[in-house]
């Protein structure tokens, strides 16, 4: 395992009062407790507390799959040496008059003397119920270097670049975090150090189409074509949750459906349009292995598929003399036309008018040859303009894109090289 955390970086001698209640809340909820209940008044010290700083469930299935409940409380004794024995044993004993207490855990920043854990022990045998756990500074250690978002909340110069990587792909899949532009510099500069799985990229990429582009860093061919092959497979098999997550949370679903279309351009550049299709296909079905009903597939996979004819189209007509394309509004900022700029700075906000002309004319010349290499003529036009998710069948349309991205990716090449060759000004 990567190491996430650097211990030596966290403050642990600081780790007082607020802080070591705050520090132990959030390890607590990375370990999965429920209910959680911070029983403080305020910054600083607290209030009275009811014999505990912190109140906790955890839930495991039974045998017979039920849910069962434990009651965990939580003492935090920040220190700048060993905890009282004293401290130890008015604990345990006030957790003597809760019937239902799972667990008593004293957690301190320091630690506890041989004689107080040997009390515990002893106390235990005649008091089976709650177990009681210490928790010492050896303890928090190896807890925080497993749980990286209890550390990135509180201490995040402790974490090393792993461990913000784990914080990334966590907080994107569970809570839509996106990635700030300075982190993914520092994972792209970092990219042969780290463990980049299917998971991540998905985020990374995502993130990157959030702030604006990903051409800077490319993440979906800067690793081996198996790796980018199973990142498209895994984010085609999560459009479901993808799509569903953006919706319930308001989110706009764009960086998804973009980042996505990069994907299976990534993809393609490595892998047969046939293959990517049929990987693609094979995504979208049930946990039973029955296929999604057309309508679903289409649903998840239109968007994407639009996305990549749209951008694709966009690039190859730009110098295109058989194809002339035009028409639609101008759009600049906030996808508003430009003459709306302003309305930003008007108190009355957006005012009812036109609905948006977005209908676009294209003009195709019959005299004029594909640059790429298409068979087109008279009655046989671009297959670009021609083509469209649901009517065209998932391969030709991935073939079409193929075509089309070695083709104008290699013009590219070539003339970046000649631009920057000896002799060049």
């Known amino acids: 395992m990567a190491r996430w955390v650097l211990p030596s970086a966290i403050p642990f001698e600081h780790l007082k009062g607020h802080d070591l209640e705050e520090c132990i809340y959030w390890l607590m909820d990375s370990l999965g407790a429920k209910d959680l209940e911070w029983r403080v008044g305020g910054i600083g010290a607290g209030t009275s507390d009811g014999g505990r700083d912190l109140e906790a469930w955890f839930f495991s299935p039974s045998p017979d799959g039920e849910m069962e409940g434990q009651r965990w409380w939580i003492e935090c004794k920040g220190r700048s040496g060993t905890v009282e024995a004293d401290t130890v044993k008015a ?6 008059a809760q019937d239902d207490l799972a667990y008593l855990v004293v957690v301190t920043n320091t630690g506890f003397s041989n004689p107080t854990r040997d009390w515990v022990k002893q106390w235990q045998k005649s008091h089976p119920c709650p177990r009681v756990k210490l928790w010492d500074k050896s303890s928090l ?82 690793c081996e074509p198996q790796a980018v092959f199973e990142t498209l497979a895994l984010a085609t098999a999560n459009l479901p949750y993808l799509f569903g997550r953006a919706l319930r949370g308001g989110i706009d679903q764009e960086p998804v459906i973009r980042g996505i279309a990069y994907l299976v351009l990534a993809t393609l550049r490595v892998i047969g349009a046939r293959d ?146 000896p002799g060049q000004p």
């Not at 604990?91 to 003597?96: G, Y």
């Not at 402790?158 to 907080?171: D, K, N, P, Y």
């Open 91 to 96: 604990a345990c004993n006030n957790a003597l």
């Open 141 to 222: 250690e190896r807890m925080l270097a497993q749980h990286p978002n209890a550390v990135f909340r509180l201490f995040s110069q402790a974490l090393s670049t792993a461990g913000h990587l784990e914080v990334a792909r966590e907080g994107f899949w569970n809570r839509f975090d996106y990635t700030s532009p300075r982190t993914l510099q520092t994972f792209w500069d970092a990219r042969e150090d780290l463990v980049i799985g299917p998971l991540e990229r998905i985020a990374l990429v995502v993130s990157e189409f959030a702030h604006g582009r990903i051409g800077d860093r490319p993440w979906g061919v800067a």
């Open 276 to 421: 990517v299709a049929k990987m693609i296909e094979a995504q979208l079905q049930n946990s039973d292995g029955t296929p999604y009903p057309d309508q679903v597939r289409l649903a998840l996979l239109e968007p994407v598929l639009s996305t990549l004819l749209y951008e694709t189209t966009e690039v190859c007509s730009a110098d295109c003399k058989r194809v002339i394309c035009g028409g639609g509004d101008a759009y600049a900022f906030d996808n508003e036309p430009i003459e709306a700029y302003w309305r930003r700075l008007d108190p009355q906000g957006r005012q009812a008018g036109p609905a948006k002309d977005d209908r676009q004319l294209w003009i195709e010349r019959n005299d004029e040859p594909c640059n790429v290499g298409f068979a087109v003529g008279a009655g046989n036009g671009c297959p670009l303009f021609a083509s469209e998710p649901g009517e065209t069948e998932l391969a030709e349309l991935l073939a079409i894109v193929e075509r089309v991205s070695d083709f104008r990716s290699a013009e590219a090449k070539a003339k970046a090289a000649a631009e920057t060759a």
